[in-house]
Structures are given as C-alpha cells and as structure tokens.
C-alpha cells in the first residue's frame, strides 16, 4: 500500500503553492555588433528574473502553515480512514462494511439514514411512501428532481432495472437476498419464476413505485436505506455491456455516475478514493462538505498516528492499546459507542472434522469471551452468549458459554481424547492487526483447552472475501454488522438461500420458524418464535459467536453533525468541517 502521509488534497508532496503569474518575455538576439559579453550579460538577466520570480512563488509557498486538517476543513474536504481497499463500487457486486461507507456517499436508496435518530426515516430519493394497513404494499412517490450525476433524470425504471439486475439468476448479485422480502423476488432469484413481471415490484408511472412483500414488512423504509436496495443508471450500464455483465467499465472514474449528494472524482488503487459534491443530487443545497477523501489504511497504529498528526478527521477504529492513550491524550476526540454488530467464527460445514456437531460445540466452549474483551478487544464489548444482541424488545437466547471441561468431554465423545487424532485445521482471516490477534488468540485457547493445532491463514480484504464466499477455509474469523435495526437482519442471513451464509449449514425447522416470524404482526410473539430459531443456530453451531461489537473511534471536534448511530452509518450531507 501506498503510503499516504505527507501528501496534500491534490496527490502532490509538500505544501500548496500559490500560483505567480509569470509574463512572456521576448528574448533578445544580438546584432553582429553585439559583443559576446553583452549576450551573456542579457542572459544572466533573464536567468537572474526567473529565479527572483521563483523565489518568490517559494516564499509564498511556505507562508502557509496550517496543517492538513486546517487546509482541507477550509475547503471542506472530509478525510476518513476506511479499513480496507473496496472490492468495487458497483453497489449489487459488493457487501462489505468499507464498500457501503462508499456506497452511502455516491447513491441513494429511496429512504435516508435520520442523522441523530436511531430507527427513524429522512426523504432520500424518495420524496415521501405510504403503506397498506398490514404494511405488504408500499408506495413511493419519488424527488420530483431526482437525477443522476449526469443531469439525467432518476425515474422508476432505475429501480426496476436495479432490482430486476441484482435478482438476475445470471448475474448473482452480492445482496440479492436482501430483496427476499419482495414477494416473488426469491423464486425469480432461484429460477423458479422465469418473469420479472412477477416479482412484486412495479411502476405505476414514472415517478410512482410500488413494492408488495410477501408478509408485513413495517421496517421496510429500513431496508430500503442498504446499498442492495439503491438504484442504478441503467443507461450507463447498457452502455458497457448487458445488464447480466458483473464486472464492466461502467464504475471507473469518468464512467460512474450515482444519485448521491456525491460523485465519483478519482479512484487511486490502494491509495484514496475521493468523491466531490454532485451539483445535480435533488438536495444539494443541504450538502456542505465539497468532497470525501477515503483512505484504504489497514493497520489501526497507522491511521491513529496519522490522526495525531492531524491529517485524518475520522479513523475508521482503534488498536485496543491506544484506547486508554487516547482517553488521556485526546478525550474529546475518542468515540465509544453501541454498535449493533457481533464478532463469530463461521465452521465450514464441508470439512469433515467440522462436520460432527460435538467438535464446533467444543470449540465454541474452549473460547474464553470474557478474556479476549480484556485482553485483546478492549473496547467495552460484550460477551455473545447468543448471535443477536439484545436491542429494543428482542432478546437473544444465552446459548454459548465458555466451559473447558465441557469442551474437552465434547472433543473426547467425538473420538479426540485430548486432541489425539484429531487433523490440524486452518484458521482464515483477513489483514488486519486486531483480526490477527484475535486469530492467535483463539489459537492459542484452542491448544490450552483442548490440545488441538490450528493453524492461521492471513489474506487482504478482498482475497479474505473471495475465500469466505467460496468456503476455502476451515475456521473463518467473521463479524456482522445489522443491515437494519431488526433481529431478522442476523438471523435470514443463515438461510440456505442467503449469499451471506458461506457455511453450507441450513436447517429446515430454524427457516420454518423464520417464516412463521415473517408473518406474525405482533411483536412479542414475533420475538418469542424468533428466539426459538436463534436457539436452532446456536445448538448448531455452525458458527461460534464470541462477543458484540462497539465502536471505537477517533473524530477530529472539527467535523459537526455526527452524532452516535448503532449502524454507525453517518448521513454524509449533513456534516460540516468548522475551525474549531
């Protein structure tokens, strides 16, 4: 990875320099009885004005001191650490939580993130919605001046060409389950309906949408703010290849255009991505910041120390060691808060020791939560006793508990007396410094309480998520963030249907349920059969839950409008940079 210190907003070394007109000037040619000194003379004159007007165009250089930070709020350019380079930008080929901080910027679903309010719902590219009394059809009117970056206009027939793109059975969108929730979306999904026009999704004109769920759907305006639901320009995408073609040119700066408060400006692999302001978003005069630089930092030491130095406003976490540093050096600047997240480990089911149901329980109980919080994480987290966390009325059943001496009686019925026998298995994670560290640490934990080797296999972000989504791994040290504030958003992902299972598990009873929840309107018994599936995953065990996420983070007191959220995802057009 490149290495982004020391540079301006421009991409270029050093400090911004002032721009000095210089005047044309004509050089003289002598006449013959011009001597050879007298050239010379003029010569040196006009070497001696360059230089004066060189010097002073330095000086003027260097008059300004301010640091990075100062610079770039007085052009209101917010500079983020974002963990990792995205896998793309095409938002139906991607799923990561680093591709949707850029997703937000670029597009937008027809609902927005509230800036301060948890659960609550802001006019995206939607003007307003309404739905039937049992909350199965909805209807959005969109922005009367809705358009792409381009100047052409957003209409319906974006989103039906999105939808219809996503759930295409030959393209294979990343995300296409989150459209599950749409009556007829997964039969078409799976090829069991070959007409889109029987997916419950329709335009009643130009500007009117309506979507028909197959049950009560009152989050809907939830979901429509992921980046499976936004919408994309058609007319571009036919313009570099089919609407089945996963991989085209149509994302490349120059290419791009979104309906976001931004827009695509350039694209330095491994280095930045930046977006500027986008003059045709519908609400652009809500919009202050003028661009978003994002930064591709893996190592948290880095981004911290590049945060000290004041040349980032947002890191994108912590290194556990430099929470309690912060906390006296940086108060106001460190950030603790909810996240409604869990950290697990996904069993591949297809390995033959994984596949006996006593040998992934046994690894779960030999995983001490308590002590990778304390010692490792260090971020006020807690223990995942389930997968869900508890929020609102849910609350997840408590399953999973550290036990030893169960863990070692579990490996020993399996036939491993102690570890004896049993084949090394590999741990799979992706390069970051606390992934690692916990990687060593469930390592290590594994070899104390049931005297098993497994080994750790590092990969890049993007290589990591190729491997997780075709299962070339054992043990894949995994975490989930909500799509949505609801608890189906951590439980429909372990459907035999979801292209975010990756674990080959699926259990006919825990769906059953899952699809009973999925039509009761009343929340307390929604929540009781809901629990009951989560006890199916848990008793499982394909996947082995360890702790719920916080977030833990450095915010320069420059930026305003940022507010604690428990998807931590920040309504971009609603921040500005002061000088503080």
């Given at each position: 990875?490149?290495?982004?210190?020391?540079?301006?907003?421009?991409?270029?070394?050093?400090?911004?320099?002032?721009?000095?007109?210089?005047?044309?000037?004509?050089l003289h040619i002598p006449a013959k009885s011009d001597t050879l000194t007298g050239m010379l003379r003029h010569l040196m004159s006009s070497l001696a004005t360059l230089c004066l007007i060189s010097a002073t165009a330095l000086i003027c250089s260097s008059c300004d001191q301010r640091n990075r930070i100062e610079k770039s709020n007085s052009r209101q350019i917010l500079i983020v650490s974002?963990?990792?380079?995205?896998?793309?930008?095409?938002?139906?080929?991607?799923?990561?939580?680093?591709?949707?901080?850029?997703?937000?910027?670029?597009?937008?679903?027809?609902?927005?993130?509230?800036?301060?309010?948890?659960?609550?719902?802001?006019?995206?590219?939607?003007?307003?919605?309404?739905?039937?009394?049992?909350?199965?059809?909805?209807?959005?009117?969109?922005?009367?001046?809705?358009?792409?970056?381009?100047?052409?206009?957003?209409?319906?027939?974006?989103?039906?060409?999105?939808?219809?793109?996503?759930?295409?059975?030959?393209?294979?969108?990343?995300?296409?389950?989150?459209?599950?929730?749409?009556?007829?979306?997964?039969?078409?999904?799976?090829?069991?309906?070959?007409?889109?026009?029987?997916?419950?999704?329709?335009?009643?004109?130009?500007?009117?949408?309506?979507?028909?769920?197959?049950?009560?759907?009152?989050?809907?305006?939830?979901?429509?703010?992921?980046?499976?639901?936004?919408?994309?320009?058609?007319?571009?995408?036919?313009?570099?290849?089919?609407?089945?073609?996963?991989?085209?040119?149509?994302?490349?700066?120059?290419?791009?255009?979104?309906?976001?408060?931004?827009?695509?400006?350039?694209?330095?692999?491994?280095?930045?991505?930046?977006?500027?302001?986008?003059?045709?978003?519908?609400?652009?005069?809500?919009?202050?910041?003028?661009?978003?630089?994002?930064?591709?930092?893996?190592?948290?030491?880095?981004?911290?120390?590049?945060?000290?130095?004041?040349?980032?406003?947002?890191?994108?976490?912590?290194?556990?060691?430099?929470?309690?540093?912060?906390?006296?050096?940086?108060?106001?600047?460190?950030?603790?808060?909810?996240?409604?997240?869990?950290?697990?480990?996904?069993?591949?089911?297809?390995?033959?020791?994984?596949?006996?149901?006593?040998?992934?329980?046994?690894?779960?109980?030999?995983?001490?939560?308590?002590?990778?919080?304390?010692?490792?994480?260090?971020?006020?987290?807690?223990?995942?006793?389930?997968?869900?966390?508890?929020?609102?009325?849910?609350?997840?059943?408590?399953?999973?508990?550290?036990?030893?001496?169960?863990?070692?009686?579990?490996?020993?019925?399996?036939?491993?007396?102690?570890?004896?026998?049993?084949?090394?298995?590999?741990?799979?994670?992706?390069?970051?410094?606390?992934?690692?560290?916990?990687?060593?640490?469930?390592?290590?934990?594994?070899?104390?309480?049931?005297?098993?080797?497994?080994?750790?296999?590092?990969?890049?972000?993007?290589?990591?998520?190729?491997?997780?989504?075709?299962?070339?791994?054992?043990?894949?040290?995994?975490?989930?963030?909500?799509d949505y504030p609801d608890p189906s958003t951590f439980l429909n992902i372990w459907t035999q249907a979801s292209s975010d299972n990756h674990t080959g598990w699926h259990h006919p009873e825990f769906e059953s349920l899952l699809a009973r929840a999925a039509r009761d309107t009343n929340t307390e018994n929604r929540n009781r059969t809901l629990a009951q599936a989560e006890t199916i995953l848990?008793?499982?065990?394909?996947?082995?839950?360890?702790?719920?996420?916080?977030?833990?983070?450095?915010?320069?007191?420059?930026?305003?409008?940022?507010?604690?959220?428990?998807?931590?995802?920040?309504?971009?057009?609603?921040?500005?940079?002061?000088?503080?």
């Amino acid at each position: 990875m490149l290495d982004p210190f020391h540079m301006n907003h421009a991409g270029k070394q050093g400090s911004i320099s002032h721009h000095v007109p210089i005047r044309k000037k004509r050089l003289h040619i002598p006449a013959k009885s011009d001597t050879l000194t007298g050239m010379l003379r003029h010569l040196m004159s006009s070497l001696a004005t360059l230089c004066l007007i060189s010097a002073t165009a330095l000086i003027c250089s260097s008059c300004d001191q301010r640091n990075r930070i100062e610079k770039s709020n007085s052009r209101q350019i917010l500079i983020v650490s974002n963990s990792a380079e995205p896998a793309g930008l095409d938002p139906q080929t991607v799923s990561g939580v680093p591709e949707n901080n850029i997703m937000r910027a670029l597009f937008e679903g027809l609902c927005l993130e509230h800036p301060e309010h948890d659960g609550q719902s802001l006019p995206g590219a939607a003007a307003s919605w309404s739905s039937n009394a049992d909350a199965t059809v909805w209807t959005f009117q969109l922005q009367p001046d809705g358009h792409w970056s381009d100047g052409v206009p957003l209409t319906t027939d974006d989103f039906l060409f999105a939808y219809h793109r996503s759930l295409h059975p030959e393209f294979a969108g990343k995300s296409a389950s989150m459209l599950y929730f749409i009556q007829g979306a997964e039969a078409f999904n799976k090829g069991e309906e070959k007409r889109f026009s029987q997916v419950g999704v329709k335009a009643l004109d130009s500007h009117t949408l309506e979507i028909t769920t197959h049950s009560p759907t009152p989050f809907l305006p939830e979901l429509t703010k992921h980046f499976a639901w936004f919408p994309v320009p058609k007319h571009v995408i036919l313009a570099h290849g089919d609407m089945t073609t996963p991989y085209s040119r149509w994302t490349d700066p120059g290419n791009l255009v979104s309906n976001g408060p931004f827009q695509l400006s350039e694209w330095k692999f491994n280095y930045y991505i930046e977006v500027r302001k986008n003059p045709h978003y519908w609400d652009r005069q809500q919009v202050s910041l003028k661009g978003i630089r994002f930064l591709p930092i893996t190592n948290t030491y880095t981004e911290a120390r590049m945060f000290y130095d004041q040349q980032l406003h947002a890191t994108y976490g912590l290194a556990p060691e430099m929470i309690d540093y912060s906390a006296q050096h940086h108060p106001k600047a460190l950030h603790q808060e909810p996240y409604l997240g869990t950290a697990f480990i996904r069993c591949n089911m297809d390995t033959p020791a994984l596949a006996d149901l006593r040998v992934r329980r046994a690894l779960a109980c030999a995983i001490d939560q308590q002590a990778i919080i304390d010692n490792i994480a260090k971020g006020k987290q807690q223990p995942a006793h389930g997968f869900t966390p508890d929020f609102g009325s849910y609350q997840s059943p408590k399953v999973i508990r550290f036990d030893p001496q169960k863990a070692r009686q579990l490996l020993a019925d399996a036939g491993f007396p102690n570890g004896k026998g049993f084949p090394k298995l590999n741990l799979l994670t992706a390069d970051r410094d606390l992934a690692k560290r916990l990687s060593e640490a469930y390592q290590d934990m594994w070899k104390k309480h049931l005297g098993i080797q497994v080994g750790i296999q590092q990969q890049e972000w993007k290589t990591y998520l190729v491997s997780r989504r075709k299962r070339n791994y054992d043990l894949c040290v995994s975490s989930w963030v909500g799509d949505y504030p609801d608890p189906s958003t951590f439980l429909n992902i372990w459907t035999q249907a979801s292209s975010d299972n990756h674990t080959g598990w699926h259990h006919p009873e825990f769906e059953s349920l899952l699809a009973r929840a999925a039509r009761d309107t009343n929340t307390e018994n929604r929540n009781r059969t809901l629990a009951q599936a989560e006890t199916i995953l848990l008793e499982q065990a394909p996947i082995l839950p360890v702790y719920h996420l916080t977030t833990n983070y450095l915010l320069h007191p420059s930026v305003q409008g940022w507010h604690p959220l428990i998807l931590n995802n920040h309504p971009y057009k609603f921040l500005k940079l002061t000088n503080h």
